[in-house]
C-alpha cells in the first residue's frame, strides 16, 4: 500500500485545515493517524509488512494502541489479527512454550534474562509514529514551499487559522530553506501569540472578584487554548 493511497493528502487539504480551530498540522497529524489506522484495521490486517513492523515495534506506543480502539466501529477483530503474530513473538521470547526452549534458556546462566529482556524490548519505533511523522514533514514542507512561491491562497488562509503550535512551528523553521517562508511564520506567529496573551491578561482579570459582573467572552477558553499552543493540540 502507498503513502498517497492510504491518506491522500494535498495543498487543498492543507488549505481546508487552516479553516478548522487550532493548529493545523496537529489537526492533519490526528486525522492522517486515524486514517492509517482505520487502514490497517481494514486492510492491511493480514498484509505481511505490516504485521512485521508491528512485531518488530512489540505493537503500536501506548497513544496509538488506545487510539486504535476508538478509530473505528468494530475494532476487535483487525486488533486480534494484528496483535496475534507480535504476541506469539513475544511469547516465544520468554522460552516457555516448549520443553527444549526451557532447559535452552536455563543453561543460559545469569545472563539469561539480560539476554530475554533485549528482545522484549521495541527494535523499532511504532508504525502510526512513523506514518505521523513523514507525512507532518510532508504536510510542512508543502506549506513551506506555498509560502516560499509566495503563493495568496496559503498566505490568507494561514493568516486566517489557528496558526501553528510552538512545536510544529519549530519544526517548520528547522526545515525551512526559505528566508520569505520562515519569515512569514515569525510574524504570523508573534501576531497570534500576542493575541493570546491579551485574551489570558483579560481571562485574568475577569477572574477577579470587581470584574467578575462583566462575564466571560471569547477569552474564556483562552487558557486551554495555550496549553494547546506550547504543547500541541491534544
Ligand atoms: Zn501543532
Ligand atoms: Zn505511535
Redesign the pocket.
Known sequence: MTQNTLTPFSFFDLLDACAQPGCLVCRLASEI?HNYLDANLYESVNDPDTQAALRRSKG??????WLLTKTSASPALGVAILYRQAAQEVLETLGLQSPQAEVRIRRKSMGVFDDILGRLKPQA??????H?DKMIEFVLKTMLEALDRGDDRMQSALAASGGLCLPHLRHALEISKSQAASEFLRRQAGGKLSALIGELNEFIRKNDYRFTGEGMGREGDSWRRVLAWMAGEQ
Open positions: 493517524v503500536y506506543c501506548h497513544t496509538h494502541s519505533q511504532c508504525p502510526a509514529c512513523i505521523r
